[in-house]
């Protein structure tokens, strides 16, 4: 059926991305049917979503996916045919009311506190909590923890190797052939960024999500070029605009012979196809010229096929934006690179040819990223794949999500693996800071609790340790923001360049040891007297 006129305009791009309610499992339908069958669909239930360690060894992890959370519960609503579906794999005796109620439900009962996009999140601290009727916030668990878990891990894998380049070094991402699919390929996209990188490959990420995309040509556009073709239209004008236009293919021929001559080449040993590649994305992109150099050879073609096409632009105005190299020792190819242009500059006095950027890529992972960013490296632009998009140190951050509550009497799950106990009763978690800044400890402490006051002496419980501690605050955040109160947007979500702005800032608090990549200081969450003593009534079997 064709679109109403003006419906493609009213159609939320964001949207088209997001999850649909049977984006889960099984036995969330066969618990929804058990709390209807026992009358418990409408029991006011609270959930906590949370991961128990820190992804890669590290000692921190950012919160991501809070957007596409929010923009699910919104839109949640089994269709007819979703309801049909779930029909055909309950038992056959399920009561045709139980269907109904599935279609009658929505989330304008459910309330979500949770962590604002891109803060520092550490282990047991909710990312989200979810409350509302059970059998509703009951469905929700899968859908929720696939769009927290893998949007947090990227982000933090992003933030990682953004802390290894250094705030000056340019990050690309451009993984989506690598990644898990279409939409995990959209999802690093969109964390990726949100996480520190500067731009992505991704052109859906860009339509959808505001992702500044970037990217330039592949080999596969240099090699497809022969050396006979011929531009329709060699012609170019000044960049200008005033004068007359110009043969830019006989103008690059021109300047070969005093290329080759300042790199002790002959004329015949660039690649005459590379260059006729180079000349055609040169007369598309005459302001966004960029070298993709070792097609061929990087010394012999790819260098002095690029100098011959950026100084015939040079002379109309134009100014070539970078070169590309995708293999062999990127650092030193770099620096040789480098070294050609400096001399090339002063040779033919074209000063701007001497800081023309150089982009890597080639599998790179955090190692070879410390290594191209390394003092004295001449690398600008450094393309991340693979190892940014498949996590391939960690690829699950292990979020779970837990029941702490039900109609206001605290639930905890008690099992023999201490590391898999849960804390019970609704909370309010808090970041304890110094008087200069720096992060003290997180608090979790239950919600009928007075909040934590600056200056204030406070005994709290270390996760792990025997004994409690005392800090005294000199100021008091709270972390969890009411987002969502029964169904309703409270206030407008963060655009994804401020979450990222937030998370720069965010990380920029976290001390030096915290941020080690490799045997980091771990950063201590704490409870609260009042909470360690329900813990323990309730690991003793007491009452709650």
Same mark, same amino acid.
């Not at 309703?488 to 702005?501: K, V």
């Given at each position: ?106 989330? &304008? ?67 989506? %052939? ?15 960024? #949100?996480?520190?990188?500067? &731009?992505? &490959? ?14 330039? #040509? ?76 070792? &097609? ?106 837990? #029941? ?95 979450? %990222? ?44």
């Amino acid at each position: 059926m064709a679109a109403a006129p003006g419906a493609e305009r009213d159609i939320d791009p964001e949207g088209l991305a997001a999850a649909r309610p049977l984006l889960t499992d099984l036995y969330q339908a066969t618990m929804a049917l058990g709390y209807w069958r026992a009358g418990r669909a409408q029991d006011v239930a609270e959930f906590e979503l949370f991961f128990r360690c820190c992804p890669f060894g590290g000692a921190f992890a950012l919160a991501a996916g809070l957007r596409d959370c929010v923009r699910f519960l919104r839109a949640f609503r089994l269709r007819d045919a979703d309801v049909q579906f779930l029909a055909s794999v309950l038992p056959p005796d399920t009561e045709p009311a139980f269907f109904a109620h599935l279609r009658a439900l929505d989330c &304008s009962g459910v309330t979500v506190r949770a962590l604002p996009e891109g803060s520092l999140a550490f282990p047991g601290v909710p990312l989200l909590q979810v409350s509302g009727p059970l059998l509703v916030v009951q469905l929700l668990e899968t859908p929720l923890l696939c769009l927290v878990s893998y949007a947090s891990l990227v982000a933090t894998n992003a933030a990682r190797l953004r802390l290894i380049a250094g705030p000056e070094k340019r990050l690309l991402e451009m993984g989506l %052939r690598r990644a898990q699919g279409p939409d995990g390929g959209l999802t690093a996209s969109t964390y990726s960024y #949100l996480g520190g990188f500067d &731009s992505s &490959s991704n052109v859906l990420a860009g339509q959808l999500r505001g992702v500044p995309v970037a990217g330039t #040509l592949a080999h596969s556009f240099v090699t497809s070029f022969s050396g006979t073709e011929v531009p329709p239209d060699p012609m170019l004008a000044p960049a200008a605009g005033e004068g007359p236009r110009v043969d830019l293919v006989g103008r690059v021929e021109v300047w070969l012979e005093p290329v080759c001559a300042h790199l002790g080449l002959g004329v015949q040993e660039p690649h005459r196809g590379e260059r006729v590649a180079f000349v055609a994305y040169a007369l598309a992109f005459p302001r966004a010229f960029q070298g993709l150099l070792d &097609s061929y050879s990087t010394r012999r073609s790819g260098l002095p096929n690029f100098l011959a096409v950026a100084l015939a632009l040079g002379e109309l105005g134009y100014q070539a934006v970078g070169v590309r190299l995708d293999s062999g020792d990127l650092l030193q190819q770099a620096r040789e690179v480098r070294g050609v242009f400096r001399t090339a500059a002063a040779q033919f006095q074209v000063p701007w040819l001497e800081s023309v950027p150089i982009a890597v890529s080639n599998n790179i992972d955090e190692e070879e990223l410390a290594r191209l960013t390394q003092e004295g490296s001449e690398v600008n632009v450094i393309g991340i794949g693979t190892s940014l998009v498949t996590c391939p140190r960690q690829p699950a951050l292990g979020c779970v999500y837990k #029941l702490v509550a039900v109609g206001g009497q605290p639930r905890m799950k008690l099992t023999e693996d201490a590391e898999k106990q849960t804390l019970p009763g609704s909370k309010a978690a808090f970041r304890l800071l110094d008087s200069d800044g720096s992060l003290l400890l997180d608090l979790l402490q239950l919600a009928e609790e007075l909040p934590p006051q600056a200056g204030q002496e406070l005994r709290v419980w270390p996760r792990g340790a025997q004994k409690p501690r005392t800090v005294r605050p000199a100021h008091v955040e709270s972390l969890l923001q009411l987002w969502v109160q029964q169904g309703q947007l409270c206030e407008p979500l963060p655009s994804l360049a401020e979450s %990222r702005a937030f998370a720069q800032l965010s990380l920029s608090r976290l001390s030096p040891a915290h941020k080690w990549l490799e045997s980091p200081e771990l950063y201590q969450v704490a409870l609260s007297e009042q909470l360690q003593a329900l813990v323990d009534r309730l690991r003793a079997g007491g009452p709650p």
